[in-house]
């Protein structure tokens, strides 16, 4: 048996935003986003030119205008969800504490000043791998920890820990 691997960090508002980024990437993948994305904003800059030709020959159109704001509303989705995950933050009773992971061979434990847990390696799903950290997912792919690469020692832990997972868990991923 090895010795412990310990992650030692402060859980802040980067971590929080950072975790939803990875896991989302990984549920939606990029190519899907960007599709999805930029075919909102042509449809967008469409129904705009569309609007500025309908008042250039003085047609007033207040469907169109709704059109147009329901899209730019879309459009601002992603900026609306990272405000909106940002007051989620600041609401939970976990925001800017000191968390610390003791994760050995057969067991995880996490400790917080207003939590602690312990549980098995069978209780992690999933892990992913991310260039900033780990994502431990328990029970379902709705339910992660995030432990970034900060938070340990050195990156011969971080490595261990990855090596563990890896070994551990049958779902294993890495995100680029």
Request: charged share 25%; aromatic share 14%; hydrophobic share 40%.
């Amino acid at each position: 048996m090895h010795e412990p691997i310990v992650a030692s960090y402060r859980w802040s508002l980067e971590d929080y935003l950072t975790s939803y980024r990875y896991h989302l990437h990984h549920l939606l993948r990029p190519a899907i986003q960007w599709t999805c994305r930029g075919l909102v904003w042509f449809i967008l800059l469409s129904l705009l030119i569309a609007n500025v030709v309908e008042c250039y020959h003085h047609r007033f159109t207040p469907d169109l205008i709704m059109i147009t704001g329901f899209v730019a509303l879309l459009a601002s989705y992603p900026r609306l969800l990272q405000l909106y995950r940002k007051h989620q933050y600041l609401k939970r009773p976990d925001r800017d504490v000191e968390v610390c992971w003791e994760i050995g061979d057969n067991r995880l434990a996490v400790r917080a000043a207003n939590a602690a847990g312990e549980f098995d390696w069978d209780y992690v799903v999933k892990v992913l791998q991310t260039p900033t950290g780990l994502l431990l997912y328990l029970c379902s792919d709705n339910i992660w920890h995030y432990l970034p690469r900060r938070g340990f020692k050195n990156d011969e832990d971080f490595d261990r820990l990855s090596e563990l997972a890896r070994s551990k868990v049958n779902d294993f991923r890495y995100l680029k």
